[in-house]
C-alpha cells in the first residue's frame, strides 16, 4: 500500500511541475485601478486552489464545532432521560424479605 501512495504521490508532483513549466506566460490582475499585478498563470491557479483549501478547512472546523456542541446537548438530553427512568422505577424486591405492613 506504501508503494501505491508513493506513486500517487510522484504522479501528482509530476504533473504539477509539467503544469507550472507549460503555462508560465504573464497574467495581469486589476482591480478599480488599486490593484495592478503580474504574475504567472500556475501561480494564479496555484493560489487561487490554495486560497480554495484554506476556506474549506476553516468551514470543516466550524461544522465539527456545531456538531461538537450538537451532540453535548443530545447527550445531555441522554442522561436526563436516563435518570427520568431510574426515578420512576419501582425499588427491586429482594426475595427473602417479609414486605412491610402497613
Same mark, same amino acid.
Given at each position: 500500500?506504501?508503494?501505491? @501512495?508513493?506513486?500517487?504521490?510522484?504522479v501528482?508532483?509530476?504533473f504539477?511541475v509539467?503544469?507550472?513549466?507549460a503555462? =508560465?506566460f +504573464?497574467?495581469? *490582475? &486589476? @482591480?478599480?485601478?488599486?490593484?495592478?499585478?503580474t504574475?504567472p498563470? @500556475?501561480?494564479?491557479i496555484?493560489?487561487?486552489?490554495l486560497?480554495?483549501?484554506?476556506f $474549506?478547512g /476553516?468551514?470543516g472546523?466550524?461544522e &465539527? /464545532?456545531?456538531?461538537n &456542541? $450538537?451532540?453535548?446537548? *443530545?447527550?445531555? =438530553?441522554?442522561?436526563?432521560l436516563r435518570?427520568?427512568?431510574?426515578?420512576?422505577? +419501582?425499588?427491586?424486591i429482594?426475595e427473602?424479605?417479609? +414486605?412491610p $405492613? +402497613?
Amino acid at each position: 500500500m506504501k508503494i501505491v @501512495y508513493t506513486v500517487i504521490v510522484v504522479v501528482l508532483i509530476m504533473f504539477l511541475v509539467t503544469f507550472s513549466l507549460a503555462n =508560465t506566460f +504573464p497574467v495581469q *490582475l &486589476r @482591480y478599480l485601478d488599486v490593484i495592478n499585478v503580474t504574475l504567472p498563470a @500556475y501561480m494564479l491557479i496555484f493560489v487561487c486552489f490554495l486560497v480554495g483549501v484554506v476556506f $474549506t478547512g /476553516f468551514m470543516g472546523i466550524v461544522e &465539527r /464545532f456545531r456538531l461538537n &456542541r $450538537t451532540i453535548s446537548q *443530545l447527550n445531555r =438530553t441522554i442522561r436526563e432521560l436516563r435518570r427520568e427512568i431510574r426515578a420512576s422505577e +419501582p425499588p427491586p424486591i429482594i426475595e427473602g424479605q417479609n +414486605p412491610p $405492613t +402497613p
